[in-house]
């Protein structure tokens, strides 16, 4: 005994449906508009250069304004620094009245403190001023400003008595003494300024978004070797 379909009993053929045909097939399909995509392109260009222009302009500033803080920084140097002493030997020549001298040695020291005192003020500055909104650019110009601060401190600083010296020494009888210009012999000393000024501004960045740096290392990706299991 069997049981047939009304289709089988009435003899009618019967009907698959067909599982090719999803209904997604009458959605219409997007096409991209390459014109649309130039334009978006364009814009987000445009934004970033807009965006970069104060930025370039803010690392432009703190680069000048602390190179500019060597000319001070220099006068300080020539007015603190002590000066090896000279004798007049003969007639636009002079030597040391004592070769055991220790101020080129206490020069370069007072060097290095007032290299390390503006880069302190720069740093500080710079961070308060550019790099807190900035970020790198503006961290990198004061770098640049510093080892331009500490080059500009020692020509200062130098050519302060340079001239003095020579008209001294174009004048003074035999015997005569005075003190000589000031040289900078320790070039070491130049790395103080922007060592300083890297330490404060990057000091003061830790201090006051230290949670920035920590959400940036959490949301970067880990990568994984191929093969390698996942933790």
Do not use: K
């Not at 003095?164 to 320790?186: E, I, K, M, N, V």
């Amino acid at each position: 005994m069997y049981l047939l379909s009304a289709n089988q009993t009435s003899g009618a053929p019967s009907v698959a449906r067909s599982r090719t045909l999803l209904p997604t097939m009458s959605v219409p399909i997007p096409f991209p508009d390459p014109a649309r995509d130039e334009a978006m392109r364009s814009w987000r260009s445009r934004d970033r250069l807009r965006a970069g222009v104060p930025t370039a302009a803010a690392a432009l500033a703190v680069a000048a304004g602390t190179a500019a803080l060597g000319v001070p920084a220099g006068l300080i140097w020539a007015a603190v620094a002590p000066r090896p002493l000279l004798v007049m030997t003969s007639p636009g020549a002079a030597a040391l009245v004592n070769t055991e001298t220790s101020a080129f040695i206490a020069a370069d020291l007072v060097f290095c403190l007032v290299c390390l005192a503006g880069g302190v003020v720069s740093g500080a500055l710079g961070y308060l001023f550019a790099v807190r909104r900035y970020g790198p650019l503006a961290m990198a110009g004061l770098l640049a400003g510093s080892v331009a601060a500490a080059f500009v401190a020692r020509w200062v600083g130098e050519q302060s008595g340079f001239a003095a010296l020579q008209h001294l020494l174009a004048t003074r009888p035999l015997g005569a003494r005075f003190y000589d210009s000031l040289t900078l012999r320790a070039t070491s000393a130049l790395a103080c300024w922007p060592l300083a000024a890297a330490v404060v501004a990057g000091g003061l960045e830790l201090l006051v978004n230290p949670g920035r740096h920590r959400r940036r290392t959490s949301a970067t990706p880990a990568t994984r070797r191929p093969g390698e299991p996942a933790s």
